[in-house]
């Protein structure tokens, strides 16, 4: 059998049909990775409490199996580290549900950073993406790296935020998928910067698809990677809070972003506050928790237009309730018509965001 690089095997064993974390822990182990699969092509059964048909399915794969995984993964650039690896993050070797093996796109580098980890609903409100997006350039800018999963709403906001930091620190994405399957298709241009300008990770295979099991899988290891877990908003449930379980768990510090009463997307994080979770208010709140001092005088902010005068009167009308055009136009003593045109105003200015008829501030 033609011997191959270590990785390679290290990614055969990960791919094994029927295959879990735990499983992969065992098997990688028993030492060479190599040696392992030849052990396994020669039908021997290494490991004690491995059901009949697992290591039917196991040995079913041959030196094919391993040749395509190999392919897989440098036609998608993919990297592979063991636990055994240099390269694999410092901060997992010491973690008790550490995966095996992992899988990167990028550079691993920017683990060496201070890490924070930022989570959320995908049916985040428009403010709190805001928040989530205006939360990640600042860290990033501190050169702090935003650590999250990729997902709609808080996830992917908090990313977009890291990555508009020209000179800011990269992001982590710890993805449920293989690092090639993009997931949610709209994500694409997101998902390449990450693995352009920082890591794109996984601890499954190229071209594993996104099943439901896999997202809480991959929340441990956003946790275990984590110095901070910031929640923007999640509702009671969810995967959220399967994080700051994970995290509170590892005695990682969990903060939460206030939210209005009776907000679906705020239960959770109100909660948590009601439960003694530290509030973040300001990217201010997070560099504290870390020990860091500001350095550079002032809190990176994204760009947007000054609000003039009514546009600011507006503002002021609004408050941090979800408005209607009629509501806003009573509450600031305006004609309709007006009302409408200033809010158009302060959408293009980044300021309130529509939402099926209904406007809110983007004030943080």
Avoid at 262 to 267: D, K, L, N, R, T
Avoid at 283 to 292: I, K, Q, W
Wanted: proline share 6%; charged share 20%; aromatic share 4%.
């Amino acid at each position: 059998m033609e011997q191959l690089p270590q990785w390679a095997y290290n990614a055969a064993l990960a791919s094994l049909p029927l295959q879990t974390p735990l499983r992969l822990r065992r098997l990688v182990g028993l030492g060479d990775a190599g040696h392992v699969w030849e052990m396994l092509s020669n039908n021997e059964r290494p490991l004690d409490g491995i059901p009949d048909d697992v290591w039917r399915a196991w040995h079913s794969c041959g030196e094919a199996h391993v040749q395509a995984v190999t392919e897989q993964c440098i036609t998608a650039g993919v990297s592979v580290v063991s636990v055994h690896d240099q390269g694999y993050p410092d901060v997992l070797l010491s973690d008790p549900e550490a995966p095996a093996v992992l899988f990167f796109r990028g550079s691993s580098a920017v683990l060496g950073s201070r890490r924070v980890g930022i989570v959320g609903t995908r049916n985040a409100t428009q403010r709190g993406k805001y928040f989530a997006r205006e939360l990640g350039a600042a860290l990033a800018a501190e050169g702090v790296c935003v650590i999250s999963g990729l997902a709609r709403g808080i996830d992917v906001e908090s990313h977009v935020g890291a990555l508009s930091q020209q000179n800011g620190c990269g992001p982590v994405a710890v993805v449920a998928s293989g690092p090639d399957v993009v997931y949610p298709r709209e994500h694409h241009r997101v998902w390449a910067q990450i693995a352009r300008n920082g890591c794109l990770l996984s601890e499954a295979p190229p071209g594993t698809v996104p099943e439901p099991f896999r997202f809480p899988m991959r929340n441990r290891i956003i946790a275990g990677l984590s110095e901070v877990l910031v929640v923007v908003e999640s509702q009671s449930k969810g995967g959220s809070m399967i994080t700051v379980r994970e995290a509170m768990k590892r005695d990682v510090m969990v903060m939460a972003v206030p939210g209005s009463p009776g907000v679906p997307a705020s239960e959770g994080t109100n909660d948590l506050l009601r439960d003694g979770c530290a509030p973040v208010t300001e990217v201010v709140d997070v560099l504290l928790a870390l020990g860091l001092h500001h350095r550079h005088g002032s809190v990176v902010s994204l760009e947007r237009d000054a609000a003039v005068d009514d546009e600011r009167e507006v503002l002021r009308a609004m408050g941090r309730d979800s408005c209607s055009v009629d509501e806003v136009a009573l509450r600031a003593s305006l004609p309709v018509v007006h009302a409408a045109v200033l809010l158009g105003r302060l959408e293009a200015k980044g300021w309130v965001a529509n939402s099926g008829g209904w406007w809110e501030t983007l004030i943080v």
